[in-house]
């Protein structure tokens, strides 16, 4: 059995973060080996641990304490790898093991190539599998600087592991189509039968059952926080401008969790700034609405 860390998501107490007991399990993974700008993403899983102990346990939309319901358990961080394959088949696992638990796995990023990790995972256990990716980025280049793990290629390597995996992304604002990193835009054209985008500049006219809708039954979350505007998400490695608010993301969340079969999540791309702790208690407050949200949960 993994071992629990000390410091525990929302610093909960034993009654309700046991590993037995829980619905819930937090995985702090650290990975940053891609990065193409900004760097930081290696204390994302330690900025959002740190937050979660001031957040208030009493949901005020729900007004419910959603752990007491759920249980939520925090593993000890994945320890690193050798390299980026290796690191992958090590969360691969620890993932495994949380779902045929009977748990949720929700990732603690790190960088964004980590989704490739789960998604390999769960393509074999549902047929159809959704992955619903919030971002300002496309990230389906087929590689930066010939990296094809990089962190703005994750999109196109997990759509790599089975044709029945479609994405559906929210919040895009930045493709490329550098010949040189495989024709983005070329890319995201000719997969139109697989990939559906509801682009940040049109977001006035979302309609959320159209999301809904984009996702087949069951659904892997991914979400990159630099799909929040960078007014209220500065600590990330490439902010882009026009991104969505608090309100915007959590209701689209919401329906989602609540008329889908969330089958597990990860938050990613978290790079904190020193003395700036509102984005990191953000996603701490962000992570357990979601964890509320989930259906059949609370």
Known sequence: MFKETKKKFLNLSKDFSDFEKSKVVIIPFGLEESISYGHGTKNGPTAIMDASQKVELLDEELKKEIYISVTITTLNKISPAKNVDQ????????VRTVFESKKIPIILGGEHTLTK????FFKNKFKNLTILQFDAHADLRDSIENNKNSHGAVMRRCLELS???NLVQ????SISNKKE???????WLKEQNRIKTFWAREMESWKIEEIVNACQENVYLSFDVDVLDPSIMPSTGTPEPGGLDWYKTIKILKVIAQNRNIVGADFV???????LHAPDFMIAKLIYKFIGYLKGFV
């Open 87 to 94: 690191a992958l088949d090590k969360l691969e696992n620890v």
């Open 117 to 120: 990790a789960p998604v390999n």
């Open 163 to 165: 044709t029945d995996i």
């Open 170 to 173: 929210v919040g895009i604002r």
């Open 181 to 187: 990193d495989g024709r983005e835009y070329d890319f």
């Open 269 to 275: 791309e978290l790079a904190p700034i020193k003395g």
